[in-house]
């Protein structure tokens, strides 16, 4: 089974500043996708950012970036030039793509909040 | 184009009562997702489907029951409510073109007393 980690229960910083959110995962599984859920208050989980195991080039959403260390099993969020709207949890989730579709395996979250 | 939608928004159940919670996607999906989220948590599946017709178990199936009837509409049943199901449900849906980008719907606020 699949764990994953976010160790930021909640952060917060100035607008315009850049922010790095954590994540750590742990699987045997060599074929993979890790995602970057965002939830705002209204509660709608969108998609930020996904990124291929197997691809070595770190996945890049307009200011969300990320940086893939697969030996390392981090995967962690950078958001450039922050915005208010950027406020809203943050979800770091794991999908097994070798064995079928069994679902998404989540953390636990981190709160961002923006200040004006 | 709705994506995905799920009936109803808000319930409050009693212990003991049943209902089901409807999930219905228009992007012609193969695969659906039911997944609860409690305070401090992040999503946990509770059934999947890959196929109409075809249903599995999640992370937590205990006390839900599902049934794809239909490729487009994914249900989840409580039997008998507990408080413990107090909780938001969330449905996705994804395709089988290997992206495995999942849709999700708004959620279900659902609360047993």
């Known amino acids: 089974a699949q764990t994953v980690t976010q160790s930021q229960p909640e952060m917060s910083v100035q607008e315009a500043e850049t922010v790095t959110l954590s994540c750590t995962y742990d699987?045997?599984?060599?074929?993979?996708?890790l995602f970057w859920y965002k939830q705002p208050p209204s509660r709608q989980m969108i998609l930020v950012i996904r990124?291929?195991?197997?691809?070595?080039q770190n996945a890049t959403e307009n200011r969300f970036s990320v940086n893939f260390q697969k030996a390392a099993k981090s995967f962690s969020l950078k958001i450039s030039d922050s915005q208010l709207g950027d406020t809203a949890m943050y979800f770091c989730a794991f999908f097994r793509s070798g064995g079928g579709a069994d679902g998404l395996t989540f953390g636990k979250g981190t709160h961002l909040i923006i200040q004006p | 184009n709705a994506g995905v939608t799920q009936t109803p928004k808000f319930r409050v159940l009693k212990t003991g009562q049943s209902m089901t919670l409807l999930c219905a996607q228009d992007m012609n999906h193969e695969y659906m997702y039911w997944y609860r989220q409690d305070p401090g948590m992040g999503l946990r599946l509770i059934h999947y489907?890959?196929?109409?017709?075809?249903?599995a178990k999640g992370e937590v199936p205990d006390g839900y029951n599902v049934s794809r009837l239909k490729k487009q509409n994914f249900l989840l049943g409580l039997e008998s409510a507990a408080p413990s199901q107090t909780s938001v449900y969330f449905c996705?849906?994804?395709?089988?073109?290997?992206?495995?980008?999942?849709?999700f719907g708004p959620g279900t606020r659902l609360t047993v007393t």
């Open positions: 990124q291929e195991a197997y691809k070595q």
């Open positions: 489907s890959v196929g109409e017709g075809t249903t």
């Open positions: 699987t045997s599984e060599n074929n993979y996708y």
């Open positions: 996705a849906s994804s395709d089988s073109d290997r992206s495995y980008e999942q849709y």
